[in-house]
């Protein structure tokens, strides 16, 4: 058994190259730069030559602001570039894992999402994934599996449990975190295991929302790693979206059902503070060699 890990250089794709290291199973895994999937034939390439029995596809424009100046360009990657993948996989009879977003729903829910419920994206990158899960589950359904995700976070590359720990570290001044968008904190490492796991079971198809469990705003976030590093927690200080105006709309409550991982052999991923508890010391380390 072999994989294929598209989008390897991000977040998702080095833990994911990091749980299968664990767990002694053979992969290749190629960022962008040399694995384009906008470039259908490309990708064709790199899928007969290595013949992958799981391909996991990571890859995304994910600059949700650049996002709305750049539409066509987002949608040539998580439209077209999800599609051309499709096809591939459907080439080698390789099952396909592909990583979507909360951001296919508007958000201005006030309950968890199912993972059937209709979408209805606010933001052109929120459009442009929802296209590629339309347009995958068009060209290969029966052995493409759709995982949505939300609030990455890990020791690799640029995110927000990375940003605050470094500020909880260094000095005393306030923090202004957003208090009024509430969503799910989710490490990649525990995701990467998730979908390892998921991907070696019998399951060949469907939609599931892989977020570590419970809820949090941008504040409660901030607080709680504060608390995990040692700092004064009343150094976060909530604040509204208001005062952070951004091109593309953030979701109000962006909170995803877990209710599909009832239908297999499997449980939902574990709370989000578990999770970041368990995170936080090798983000600690990295931050500290950044200083």
Known sequence: MSWLITGGTGQLGIALTHELS????????YGSKE???TQSQLVKDFVDLHTPSIIINCAAWTDVDGAEKNEQQAALVNRDGAGNVAIAAKSCGAKLLHISTDYVFSGDFQLPRQEDAPKNPQTSYGRTKADGEDLILKTYPENSI???TAWLYSPWGKN???TMTRLALD??????VVNDQIGQPTSAIDLANQIVSLALSQTSKGIFHGTNSGEATWFDFAVEIFNIVGADP??????????????????TYSVLSHDAWNETSFIAMRDWRHALADAIPEITSVVKTLR
């Open 234 to 251: 009343n150094r976060v200080a909530p604040v509204p979206s208001s005062e952070y105006p951004q091109h593309a709309k953030r979701p």
């Open 35 to 37: 694995l384009d999937i």
């Open 146 to 148: 759709i995982i949505r």
């Open 160 to 162: 927000f449990v990375k």
């Open 171 to 176: 000095g005393n001044s306030q923090v202004r």
């Open 22 to 29: 664990k767990r002694g199973l053979p992969y290749d895994a």
